[in-house]
């Protein structure tokens, strides 16, 4: 029995069955005015269903836009009004409802008070709307209170309006306007029929055409309103501008006449204008961030412009231009003879590529004789080992005198003594052997005369298909023609080969080396060296033996 009595009060609460699905739609009203939940919705004074929700919604909130596709705060109305979504629930009484079903809020009592929704079903031939459709806000209306019919004619509307039927009264008495409109009603029915083509025309091809062009037209109005000066100037320059036309009524006749003709040729362009407007639309929005920085851009700019405009004046670029016009026919001579001269390049450039660079990279590397190998590497390439030849006359460029430059040779000795037997003139028109020291064995010489032979010159040939030069060198007998070098390893072992004077210069040349590589030229030991050299390399005209002389 409680579990009866609860559901039986439970249903009375809510006179609906739980568990139900019942049919609700919504709507988008511009204002609630005095809506609340349970408000009676009426078809032809029947009730049908009631509001079951009222949500109160701004132009900012991106929920309006996604169920209704139009923004009240901004093409439908001004920035920051008000909306409501109403929720209406539907009894079967009140289906079908059509998509173009239309709703107004309507006082229930003529001094105003308690409001219901009236609506309008729609024509038979629209879809039915489903279940939780939302119409939009331009399908909806709200009842016109008393207060604003109160509010609407002030004192300055009043006076306007006063002033508009003054002016419109004298415009048909006084300014013959009243003979105008008489002959106007007579000449209206043939332009009936081209006002209905217009008429027709401005429905559109679309879909939501002429709803688009009356919001157009509501916000030209606004911005109309918004400005009364601006407005009179608008009124009072269309006087002039109509004035201007009728002093023109011939012309303006015959333009009117071949007006059919320009509009029946300039449909294709029309065609062709709007079929261009989704691109320029998506290119006006790809092209908007660098709109928004052209400002930055010009003022960046604008120094390098100034700069340029100054660069390109007469006591600059032009005056350098006419400077420089005598010299434009020797560039071009030059230009022409040019073409020789980077064809003689390009065979350079491969002459090093091909021949001088491989050659400079390559090492001097000896060839196997059966008279021995060069006990020595390498030390380097061609072009690393090229430098070290210079560094002996590094400083002759610094010793000099009045006559020219000169060198220095600084003498030196050895361990091993060498005789180059007829090297020297001798007594009597004859020769004579020659001594000396080296500090090391000599062994022979590198390169030979037969590997020092020169590639062949080929003049007619390109140098980039030449042969590169060889420089591999074997190792050669010494170079001496006068007769063969005898190196002494010990001083002892071939002093009975040498005369007297040579024997005593021999012992003074060993001295001498000794001397020098134990002072090495520095202090009294390096200076009394020198003064022996200097009497051995002295001619002793007497002829004591105390020096060289002629042996």
Same mark, same amino acid.
């Given at each position: 029995?409680?579990?009866?009595?609860?559901?039986?009060?439970?249903?009375?609460?809510?006179?609906?069955?739980?568990?139900?699905?019942?049919?609700?739609?919504?709507?988008?009203?511009?204002?609630?005015?005095?809506?609340?939940?349970?408000?009676?919705?009426?078809?032809?004074?029947?009730?049908?269903?009631?509001?079951?929700?009222?949500?109160?919604?701004?132009?900012?909130?991106?929920?309006?836009?996604?169920?209704?596709?139009?923004?009240?705060?901004?093409?439908?109305?001004?920035?920051?009004?008000?909306?409501?979504?109403?929720?209406?629930?539907? /009894?079967?009484?009140?289906?079908? @409802?059509? %998509? =173009?079903?239309?709703?107004? *809020?309507?006082?229930? &009592?003529?001094?105003? +008070? $308690?409001?219901?929704?009236?609506?309008?079903?729609?024509?038979?031939?629209?879809?039915?709307?489903?279940?939780?459709?939302?119409?939009?806000?331009?399908?909806?209306?709200?009842?016109?209170?008393? /207060?604003?019919?109160?509010?609407? @004619?002030? %004192? =300055?509307?009043?006076?306007? *309006?006063?002033?508009? &039927?003054?002016?419109? +009264? $004298?415009?048909?008495?006084?300014?013959?306007?009243?003979?105008?409109?008489?002959?106007?009603?007579?000449?209206?029915?043939?332009?009936?029929?081209?006002?209905?083509?217009?008429?027709?025309?401005?429905?559109?091809?679309?879909?939501?055409?002429?709803?688009?062009?009356?919001?157009?037209?509501?916000?030209?109005?606004?911005?109309?309103?918004?400005?009364?000066?601006?407005?009179?100037?608008?009124?009072?320059?269309?006087?002039?501008?109509?004035?201007?036309?009728?002093?023109?009524?011939?012309?303006?006749?015959?333009?009117?006449?071949?007006?059919?003709?320009?509009?029946?040729?300039?449909?294709?362009?029309?065609?062709?204008?709007?079929?261009?407007?989704?691109?320029?639309?998506?290119?006006?929005?790809?092209?908007?961030?660098?709109?928004?920085?052209?400002?930055?851009?010009?003022?960046?700019?604008?120094?390098?412009?100034?700069?340029?405009?100054?660069?390109?004046?007469?006591?600059?670029?032009?005056?350098?231009?006419?400077?420089?016009?005598?010299?434009?026919?020797?560039?071009?001579?030059?230009?022409?003879?040019?073409?020789?001269?980077?064809?003689?390049?390009?065979?350079?450039?491969?002459?090093?590529?091909?021949?001088?660079?491989?050659?400079?990279?390559?090492?001097?590397?000896?060839?196997?004789?059966?008279?021995?190998?060069?006990?020595?590497?390498?030390?380097?390439?061609?072009?690393?080992?090229?430098?070290?030849?210079?560094?002996?006359?590094?400083?002759?460029?610094?010793?000099?005198?009045?006559?020219?430059?000169?060198?220095?040779?600084?003498?030196?000795?050895?361990?091993?003594?060498?005789?180059?037997?007829?090297?020297?003139?001798?007594?009597?028109?004859?020769?004579?052997?020659?001594?000396?020291?080296?500090?090391?064995?000599?062994?022979?010489?590198?390169?030979?005369?037969?590997?020092?032979?020169?590639?062949?010159?080929?003049?007619?040939?390109?140098?980039?298909?030449?042969?590169?030069?060889?420089?591999?060198?074997?190792?050669?007998?010494?170079?001496?023609?006068?007769?063969?070098?005898?190196?002494?390893?010990?001083?002892?072992?071939?002093?009975?080969?040498?005369?007297?004077?040579?024997?005593?210069?021999?012992?003074?040349?060993?001295?001498?080396?000794?001397?020098?590589?134990?002072?090495?030229?520095?202090?009294?030991?390096?200076?009394?060296?020198?003064?022996?050299?200097?009497?051995?390399?002295?001619?002793?005209?007497?002829?004591?033996?105390?020096?060289?002389?002629?042996?």
């Amino acid at each position: 029995m409680v579990v009866l009595i609860a559901i039986g009060s439970v249903l009375a609460w809510t006179k609906e069955l739980p568990f139900g699905n019942p049919y609700e739609v919504k709507a988008v009203f511009p204002t609630a005015q005095n809506v609340r939940i349970g408000t009676p919705v009426r078809i032809a004074g029947i009730e049908v269903g009631e509001v079951t929700g009222v949500d109160h919604l701004t132009s900012d909130d991106p929920d309006l836009v996604a169920q209704t596709g139009d923004d009240p705060g901004g093409d439908d109305g001004p920035a920051g009004t008000d909306a409501v979504v109403l929720t209406m629930e539907i /009894d079967d009484s009140g289906r079908p @409802l059509r %998509s =173009d079903t239309t709703m107004k *809020l309507r006082p229930r &009592l003529f001094l105003e +008070g $308690n409001l219901f929704v009236d609506l309008q079903p729609g024509s038979p031939n629209a879809v039915e709307a489903e279940d939780g459709f939302t119409f939009p806000i331009t399908q909806t209306a709200a009842s016109v209170e008393l /207060d604003q019919v109160l509010t609407t @004619l002030q %004192s =300055d509307v009043r006076r306007n *309006l006063e002033v508009l &039927l003054d002016e419109f +009264g $004298n415009a048909l008495i006084e300014h013959g306007g009243a003979e105008g409109f008489r002959e106007l009603y007579r000449t209206s029915p043939p332009a009936f029929q081209f006002t209905s083509q217009v008429n027709e025309a401005l429905l559109g091809t679309e879909p939501g055409d002429l709803r688009g062009t009356i919001r157009g037209v509501s916000r030209v109005v606004r911005a109309l309103a918004a400005n009364e000066t601006a407005l009179q100037d608008l009124v009072t320059n269309f006087r002039v501008f109509s004035g201007s036309f009728a002093r023109q009524d011939e012309a303006l006749g015959q333009a009117i006449e071949e007006l059919p003709g320009v509009l029946e040729a300039a449909s294709p362009a029309y065609a062709n204008l709007n079929a261009s407007f989704p691109p320029l639309r998506a290119f006006a929005r790809e092209a908007l961030p660098g709109v928004e920085s052209t400002p930055a851009t010009i003022d960046a700019a604008t120094p390098f412009i100034e700069q340029v405009r100054e660069l390109v004046s007469e006591q600059e670029l032009r005056g350098l231009v006419g400077d420089l016009r005598p010299t434009v026919r020797p560039l071009a001579n030059l230009a022409r003879e040019t073409m020789s001269f980077l064809d003689q390049s390009r065979a350079l450039s491969s002459c090093f590529n091909e021949v001088v660079i491989p050659w400079a990279n390559d090492t001097v590397e000896p060839v196997t004789d059966p008279g021995g190998d060069y006990p020595h590497d390498p030390p380097g390439r061609v072009f690393e080992t090229t430098g070290y030849g210079l560094t002996g006359i590094s400083g002759e460029n610094r010793s000099g005198d009045a006559n020219a430059q000169y060198l220095r040779v600084l003498g030196s000795g050895g361990n091993n003594t060498i005789r180059i037997p007829n090297a020297l003139p001798g007594p009597g028109g004859g020769l004579q052997d020659a001594v000396g020291l080296l500090p090391f064995e000599l062994l022979g010489a590198m390169p030979r005369f037969s590997d020092s032979a020169k590639t062949e010159f080929r003049p007619d040939v390109p140098c980039e298909t030449q042969e590169a030069p060889d420089l591999g060198a074997g190792l050669g007998s010494i170079p001496f023609e006068q007769g063969e070098v005898t190196p002494l390893a010990d001083a002892d072992l071939s002093l009975d080969a040498l005369t007297p004077d040579q024997r005593r210069l021999h012992h003074r040349l060993v001295d001498i080396g000794e001397t020098l590589q134990d002072g090495g030229g520095e202090g009294n030991a390096g200076a009394r060296a020198e003064r022996q050299l200097e009497r051995l390399l002295t001619p002793d005209p007497a002829g004591d033996g105390d020096s060289g002389g002629d042996g």
